[in-house]
């Protein structure tokens, strides 16, 4: 529990990093490349111990699935919310046949 934890508040910092300065368009790009590797530095100190911990319990690329699906869904508000983007359809298609992904990634063939 602790991997999905950790994961989640990384996958938190790591979309404002790649998708807050969409709001900030007037200001330098160089500035907020600054500003999203800072961000980013604060995305690793979770990721990196995430993965440590949960590689005791899962294999790497469950871990990178469970990533993705969190991301997904970190995403998915982030988008709602701060961008105030609409959620359409065609996405939750996209997004379930992820989740299908993960179910042939952890099923034991």
Request: glycine letters at 2%; charged letters at 10%.
């Amino acid at each position: 529990m602790l991997t999905i934890v950790l994961l989640t508040i990384s996958n938190i910092f790591m979309t404002i990093a790649w998708y807050g300065h969409l709001k900030f368009k007037s200001y330098p790009l160089w500035i907020v490349v600054i500003a999203s590797w800072l961000i980013a530095f604060v995305e690793y100190c979770f990721q990196v111990p995430a993965n440590r911990i949960g590689h005791a319990h899962f294999t790497a690329a469950q871990l990178k699935t469970i990533q993705e699906v969190i991301t997904l869904v970190v995403f998915a508000v982030f988008s709602v919310t701060y961008l105030h983007e609409q959620f359409k359809w065609n996405y939750l298609v996209g997004f379930a046949f992820i989740v299908l992904a993960v179910v042939f990634i952890f099923f034991k063939w």
